[in-house]
């Protein structure tokens, strides 16, 4: 129940949490693959909807939850039903979502996804992603044990973190703007992410040791070397960056994919949705 599943682990990658906004007519009570739990009220100046649904889907024991009664003036740009649903038990599904929205609606006219998370659980080290992590966000800062690339409300964000002792988990969020750039309007046309470029956001290189020795001997000397050296086990990113700008060294033939690179392109092939 901790939301790592072992058959996915350095395999597949997954989405941990979707959202989706739905305009449609309600049914009186709810489906029987649904089973349901007391709504409660959330509205406050804070929160668009009036009220929050939930239930767990009787087959796969997911949690689901849809937000519902308007509580946002004007109303324009507001669904009247707004789902989400996580990976707890099973890794979420096309399939699994459709269902639950059609256990709740009777009838819809219209959806957009709004929020996916794609997740990657692997067996690597948090020191070794972290190290090989490029990414031309300004914006790359830890807080408390995640390392995290772009802020809570940016297009999309990336998320490292240990989630079991032996798992650290990569996470990306793609929010409205991310999401139409990918042309992911639908919940089926989730399943682009096997095959979306990824790496025009972040990437995962290394330096050949080698070369790089070698091109350190030549422009470095002193602490300097040691310095170079630190980094390239430390962050390959503030390497690069120590290169190009202080010793003007062109780093791109120097760099190729790093063993993280290659593992997250295998399981982003393998994207169950």
């Not at 989405?15 to 409660?40: K, Q, Y």
């Not at 649904?53 to 689901?64: D, E, L, Q």
């Not at 297009?155 to 969020?173: C, D, G, M």
């Amino acid at each position: 129940m901790n939301g790592v599943f072992d058959d996915f682990v350095n395999s597949k990658c997954f989405v941990d949490r979707v959202e989706v906004n739905v305009w449609g007519t309600p049914r009186r009570a709810t489906g029987s693959c649904i089973a349901p739990l007391p709504s409660i009220g959330i509205a406050s100046p804070q929160s668009k909807y009036a009220r929050l649904g939930k239930g767990t889907c009787s087959v796969t024991g997911n949690p689901v939850q849809w937000k519902y009664g308007n509580f946002q003036k004007p109303p324009w740009d507001l669904a009247p039903y707004r789902f989400l649903l996580r990976s707890e038990s099973a890794p979420l599904t096309c399939a699994q979502l459709e269902t639950a929205i059609d256990n709740v609606l009777r009838t819809r006219s219209r959806q957009v996804v709004s929020l996916v998370e794609l997740t990657f659980d692997t067996s690597l080290g948090m020191q070794a992603v972290y190290r090989d992590l490029f990414t031309r966000s300004s914006r790359v800062y830890q807080v408390g044990s995640c390392w995290c690339v772009g802020s809570p409300r940016s297009a999309w964000r990336l998320r490292i973190y240990q989630k079991t002792w032996r798992v650290t988990r990569i996470e990306f969020v793609f929010r409205p703007k991310a999401l139409r750039e990918l042309h992911i309007r639908r919940p089926h046309d989730i399943l682009r992410l096997r095959i979306a470029d990824i790496s025009r956001l972040v990437q995962w290189q290394e330096f050949d040791p080698i070369r790089t020795s070698v091109v350190i001997g030549q422009k470095a000397s002193g602490p300097a070397v040691h310095l170079c050296l630190a980094l390239q086990h430390r962050s390959m990113r503030h390497l690069d960056q120590l290169l190009r700008r202080e010793y003007r060294v062109p780093t791109r033939p120097l760099l190729r994919p790093s063993p993280v690179q290659q593992l997250l392109q295998q399981m982003q092939s393998r994207f169950i949705w």
